[in-house]
């Protein structure tokens, strides 16, 4: 999103907000979906919402990701996310 964070809208109006709060990096470069789950990706991790957005948390799962991983791919299994970087 080059800077600007997540932006969320709901279907009947389609006005679009930003929904950053608790983003540690505004540069997003991936999201993926699972149930109540979203997932964003940025350079050295993942954070989860499951408030479409409204606050953004470390899942803790992910805490081994190298701070210079940029995360560019975020797929689910039936129990297991994974996550693809170019480096």
């Given amino acids: 999103t080059n800077g600007n964070g997540v932006f969320v809208s709901d279907e009947a109006t389609a006005n679009w907000a930003l929904a950053n709060t608790g983003l540690p990096d505004l540069n997003i470069l991936s999201m993926a979906t699972t149930g109540s789950y979203v997932l964003a990706g940025y350079k050295g991790g993942v954070y989860a919402t499951t408030n479409?957005?409204?606050?953004?948390?470390?899942?803790?799962?992910?805490?081994?990701?190298?701070?210079?991983?940029?995360?560019?791919?975020i797929q689910f299994s039936t129990d297991r996310v994974f996550i693809s970087t170019p480096n």
């Fill in 52 to 73: 479409n957005g409204t606050l953004w948390q470390s899942p803790n799962v992910l805490l081994n990701i190298p701070s210079y991983s940029s995360i560019t791919g």
